[in-house]
């Protein structure tokens, strides 16, 4: 079974970068989007950004400009920068084709 695998979590002080990257451990055809989501202690999964197999991306308000997504066939990346401690949460990765791929999640922690 097609497991997606995330790496790039850890510790970053305010104001630092960190790239997420999440690769699918088998082929995954028809892929329609990927995405990227976060929950943060106590509160609900949102998500964070998304990129169509087409290349088009959308982002949340709170991570405009300051995060970037972007794929490469199986694999999808979340270049974060600016970061804020609000931003600490894991990390999921999402695929939507014929059904629907979850990572197991990363931790982002942002220290102030």
């Known amino acids: 079974q097609v497991q997606l695998v995330e790496s790039g979590g850890g510790l970053v002080q305010a104001g630092g970068s960190l790239r997420l990257s999440c690769a699918a451990s088998?082929?995954?055809?028809?892929?329609?989007?990927m995405y990227w989501h976060r929950q943060a202690p106590g509160k609900q999964r949102e998500l964070v950004a998304t990129?169509?197999?087409?290349?088009l991306t959308n982002y949340a308000d709170s991570v405009k400009g300051r995060f970037a997504i972007s794929r490469n066939i199986n694999r999808v990346y979340l270049q974060m920068s600016s970061l804020k401690p609000e931003d600490t949460a894991v990390y999921f990765c999402?695929?939507?084709?014929?059904?629907?791929?979850w990572g197991q999640g990363t931790q982002v922690t942002v220290s102030s």
């Open positions: 990129i169509t197999w087409g290349g």
């Open positions: 088998g082929s995954i055809f028809g892929i329609n989007a």
């Open positions: 999402h695929f939507q084709g014929t059904r629907d791929y």
